[in-house]
């Protein structure tokens, strides 16, 4: 399975997008700042999904965001775990809708493919 989650890598021009495989769940889950920073090359996508979830509360569609699950990710940074906002594949897929961005596209074929693979 790692080799299938390098493969993401190369949609986004290097960009990392750390992931976590749940076997209870058997599920992936995503970072969501990752994603965010992968499709719209903000400085600070952190901050890109604060505004977000902001946003989707105070049109009342907050559900995209109360699915999150926080997990412990190694950070870039420092190589240390911090709890990491994620997503399901999905929720990603939601997120991808809601976030416009024409690198979009690619992410959402590789995850198509992903799960044509699990099924």
């Known amino acids: 399975m790692n080799q299938k989650l390098e493969t993401m890598t190369d949609l986004f021009e290097n960009n ?6 749940d076997s209870e769940r058997e599920e992936y ?11 719209t090359d903000s400085n600070n996508p952190r901050n890109y999904w604060n505004m977000l979830k902001k946003r989707m509360a105070e049109e009342e569609k907050s559900e995209l ?3 999150c699950v926080q997990l412990k990710m ?7 775990f911090y ?3 994620t997503l ?3 929720g990603i897929l939601r997120l991808i809708e809601s976030v416009p961005s024409p690198k979009a596209e690619p992410f959402k ?7 044509s693979e699990r099924i």
């Open 65 to 67: 965001y109360t699915f």
């Open 109 to 115: 074929m590789w995850l198509a493919t992903l799960g």
């Open 74 to 80: 190694k950070s870039k940074k420092d190589g240390k």
């Open 16 to 21: 990392e997008i750390r992931s976590i495989w």
């Open 88 to 90: 399901d594949t999905k």
């Open 83 to 85: 709890n990491t906002d």
């Open 29 to 39: 889950y995503f970072s969501i700042v990752d994603v965010i920073s992968a499709l």
